[in-house]
């Protein structure tokens, strides 16, 4: 009887320590606002449009740039040749990762069309027809990665692409810099490559 009992308590002891295996899935990920839309749309408007001589190419802009989420891209890796401060390096890569999150909003992005990315990443079939039928259409589109601020918001990464698919096409990192007015001007054009 007594090895029933001590059978009995630890079976209740182990029950009672088990945790449960069911878990709550992870929160839905989400666009979390780092800096203000209206700041990324001014710069977007104004600087590229005026300013950028492969954004202002295309008619058409991809409401999504297809980025790498699990681990910096060469793009991110860049920020480290520049003369900012880690605090700030640090919050353009917070940005750079939770930009997976982002569309452009066509009804606030002025003189192009907004189209769809591309969902068919995985299948190479689905993603070259979707690809030809953007460029009978279009002849060609706009990605735009970024802007992306320094905390201060007096310095803006950007990664421009043209794509007129296959082998045509041109893109860059720029970066710009305001000056004591309150204008941007480029300051660095990093990273170009021309198809």
Not at 41 to 69: M, S
Not at 164 to 170: H, N, P, R, T
Request: with cysteine; glycine share 6%; proline share 4%.
């Amino acid at each position: 009887m007594k090895s029933l009992s001590i059978l009995l308590f630890a079976s209740l002891l182990a029950a009672s320590c088990r945790r449960d295996v069911r878990q709550t899935p992870p929160p839905e990920p989400h666009y979390e606002a780092l800096v203000s839309d209206s700041l990324i749309y001014h710069f977007l408007n104004t600087t590229l449009l005026k300013e950028n001589p492969i954004y202002k190419f295309g008619p058409v802009l991809l409401d999504q740039a297809p980025i790498i989420i699990n681990g910096d891209s060469s793009f991110v890796a860049q920020l480290d040749t520049l003369r900012l401060s880690t605090a700030d390096r640090d919050f353009i890569r917070r940005q750079y990762r939770n930009s997976h999150y982002f569309a452009w909003d066509g009804k606030r992005v002025k003189d192009k069309i907004v189209v769809a990315a591309d969902t068919t990443a995985g299948d190479r079939q689905a993603r070259r027809a979707y690809g030809r039928r953007l460029l009978e259409r279009y002849h060609g589109v706009t990605s735009v990665l970024g802007p992306f601020f320094n905390q201060k918001g007096d310095v803006a990464v950007v990664q421009c692409n043209y794509s007129c698919y296959g082998l045509c096409g041109e893109g860059a990192t720029f970066i710009y810099r305001k000056d004591a007015n309150g204008n941007w001007y480029l300051y660095l054009k990093r990273n170009r490559w021309i198809s």
